[in-house]
């Protein structure tokens, strides 16, 4: 059984930094796809940013240029770098990781993926 643990969320100003981290456990996530989605109140969950297993990168077109995500296979882990935060990108943020391993079909699609986290809370104030 696959978990994933976020962690890193919390309140920042307008402007700030925040980094989340996921942590895999229960199987190696090497050879898998892994994302992050959010969910602000009120809307639908939304993608957020993919790397694949040979670490190609997607980004959603809101925070192409400042979020960046990144994967250390030996921790089992993946990173979301959160900069240049405003209120908009208030939400909860949730991890995830598809199923299969080696593969190079769509990764910005909920449906792509088998394994969610809890979720972690980022507020950015104004």
């Known amino acids: 059984q696959v978990q994933l643990i976020e962690s890193g969320g919390g309140l920042v100003q307008a402007g700030g930094s925040l980094r989340l981290s996921c942590a895999a456990s229960g199987r190696s996530l090497s050879r898998s796809a892994m994302g992050w989605f959010r969910q602000a109140p009120a809307k639908e969950r939304e993608f957020v940013a993919a790397?694949?297993?040979?670490?190609?990168?997607y980004y959603g077109d809101s925070v192409k240029g400042r979020f960046t995500i990144s994967r250390d296979n030996a921790k089992n882990t993946v990173t979301l770098q959160m900069n240049s935060l405003n209120p908009e990108d208030t939400a909860v943020y949730y991890c995830?990781?598809?199923?299969?391993?080696?593969?190079?079909?769509?990764?910005?699609?909920?449906?792509?993926?088998?394994?969610w986290g809890q979720g972690a809370q980022v507020t950015v104030s104004s």
């Open positions: 790397i694949t297993w040979i670490t190609r990168t």
């Open positions: 995830a990781a598809q199923r299969g391993s080696y593969s190079s079909g769509s990764v910005i699609r909920q449906n792509d993926y088998s394994y």
